[in-house]
């Protein structure tokens, strides 16, 4: 959740479904579009005088044709679990899918395969089984969209959890379980609740392209503005008759404005026209997706840690649970995507030199001649051009020594003028952090080296700092979050991922808006650095 501190080191972060398919493809190829949602009901457990009905063992080998559903069976040596009340208590638990972005439907089998007691068994407990793995860890494998997803993805043996379940009778309970339920999961499960009411309402008129106009302004566009901020819940109706922009009008436009990280003028501009006439359809997918990707993470996360939404491109440090420093960056650009990765790292690197990339070396580097490496301070080592440390480093004067492979790291950076713009989607996949000194030295004091930190910096050498424990660090593409106020802010799509994720879901793809100041810079001319 985008946070900000009092302290004047901190910074606050700019804020931060096709073909229904079958559950055995554990592919959601479908959305819910109709409300329904229900309370789990509590069921009574398993006992002699309310038993499963009784199937035969062999009939039930040849209708458990899932792997996991044979897993099931065999460590209950082949027996029923599905009693009336348990059945019953598994759908209602589906009809709350809605609130999880998920159709319940892409999870049931036909009642009407249920031919004979076998059958029925296996198709429950397939459906429990493909809803419990949707809840717990997601419809889609990240590692088939992103060829690097090393962020720890949450694991449940919902094989074991639903045999135990069925034993208690809490089937119903253990499957609400299984889904997030950190605060953030929560506010974007109720504003996808209500982005369904939106989408329900007949569509309201586009509002036309014309000139900008601020509080006081005559403007015939006005009565349909009115109606699209009433539409959205920014502003209450019923709309009026005024064509001039009023006071209300102004403070719905600018609550429109932040839930997309427009500048927030409160005016009628291009821009907040385009996100006046977005389809609703397309935030309530947007919710949808990430509602998705943050069931892919483990539910514990480390009370200290930073956590850098590549998204929005800003960055967060967590100490103890709670925001205790907050930025913005410069991630990768979309032709060189910052990927989603969980790393650590152990010590601060002061006055660090830059190992430039053989591919950046050859491509961006090299060509321009051995007078272009004397002006930025390189030279060849090896076959490696080197960068030495100094104040116009590509790495600035501290990097975040995160272990990885695919030498993604935190950094500072020279080129500080690009935090303060509204696109920062700038580097080579490395993530530069705004402040970073600071930062460095509040990690450094909080590990109680910053003595050391400090001495080592005015020295100029190239020194490493020791933290008093690892840091871990996530790196995610949240494309909505929540604010401060509790509501959905949408982000755009730099990377294309939103559209990646919508097509695997069975979603369609979606659109995304091209802004003049989100244009990357082409190959070869982005900001020199990692």
């Not at 458990?64 to 897993?71: G, I």
């Not at 009008?249 to 997309?260: C, F, I, N, W």
């Not at 907050?326 to 979309?334: K, N």
């Not at 909505?480 to 369609?508: C, H, M, N, R």
Request: charged share 20%; glycine share 8%; hydrophobic share 40%.
């Amino acid at each position: 959740m985008a946070s900000g501190g009092k302290d004047k080191r901190r910074t606050q972060p700019a804020a931060q479904a096709g073909r229904k398919g079958r559950v055995t493809r554990r592919r959601f190829n479908g959305w819910a579009l109709g409300l329904a949602v229900g309370a789990p009901l509590a069921v009574a457990a398993q006992s002699p005088q309310n038993p499963p009905p009784p199937v035969d063992p062999f009939v039930l080998r040849q209708a458990a044709t899932d792997p996991r559903v044979r897993r099931f069976y065999a460590r209950r040596g082949w027996s029923a679990a599905w009693t009336e009340d348990q059945a019953f208590a598994l759908n209602m638990a589906l009809d709350g899918a809605v609130r999880h972005g998920l159709d319940a439907a892409a999870f049931q089998a036909p009642k009407a395969g249920w031919s004979d007691p076998a059958s029925r068994e296996a198709a429950l407990t397939l459906t429990a089984l493909a809803y419990a793995e949707a809840l717990s860890r997601g419809i889609v494998d990240p590692a088939s969209l992103h060829p690097i997803y090393t962020l720890e993805r949450n694991t449940v043996d919902v094989v074991g959890g639903l045999d135990r379940a069925l034993s208690r009778g809490e089937v119903a309970t253990w499957l609400e379980a299984l889904a997030p339920r950190d605060p953030e999961y929560l506010a974007l499960s109720a504003a996808y609740l209500r982005s369904r009411e939106e989408m329900a309402l007949p569509p309201s008129a586009q509002v036309a392209a014309g000139p900008e106009i601020g509080l006081g302004d005559y403007d015939a566009r006005v009565p349909r503005v009115a109606q699209k901020l009433i539409d959205r819940g920014f502003v209450t109706g019923p709309a009026g008759q005024e064509v001039t922009l009023t006071a209300a009008l102004v403070e719905g436009l600018k609550r429109v404005q932040a839930s997309s990280t427009l500048p927030v003028t409160g005016r009628l501009d291009a821009l907040t026209i385009a996100t006046l006439n977005a389809d609703p359809t397309d935030r309530g997918r947007k919710l949808v997706l990430n509602l998705e990707r943050r069931r892919w993470l483990r539910r514990e996360v480390a009370d200290t840690r930073i956590d850098v939404n590549t998204c929005g491109a800003v960055f967060s440090y967590y100490d103890q649970g709670a925001v205790d420093w907050a930025g913005r960056a410069v991630c990768g650009s979309p032709g060189r995507a910052t990927p989603n990765l969980g790393s650590t790292f152990s010590d601060l690197v002061v006055n660090p030199p830059w190992n430039v990339p053989p591919s950046i070396a050859a491509r961006e580097i090299l060509p321009r001649g051995l007078a272009y490496l004397r002006r930025a301070n390189m030279f060849l080592s090896g076959g490696r051009v080197v960068q030495r440390p100094g104040p116009h480093s590509a790495l600035g004067q501290v990097k975040f020594n995160m272990q990885n492979p695919y030498a993604i790291y935190l950094h500072d950076t020279p080129e500080k003028s690009l935090f303060a713009t509204f696109q920062r989607h700038k580097s080579h996949g490395c993530v530069r952090v705004e402040n970073a000194v600071d930062f460095a030295r509040h990690l450094a004091q909080r590990s109680g080296v910053q003595p050391e930190f400090d001495a080592d910096l005015a020295s100029g050498a190239t020194r490493r700092v020791a933290l008093a424990a690892p840091i871990p660090v996530r790196l995610l593409y949240h494309s909505v979050v929540i604010d401060d106020g509790g509501q959905p802010v949408f982000l755009e799509d730099p990377y294309g991922w939103d559209s990646k994720l919508s097509l695997a879901l069975g979603l369609g793809a979606l659109r995304r808006p091209v802004r003049m100041d989100a244009l990357t810079p082409e190959e070869g001319t982005a900001p020199l650095g990692p």
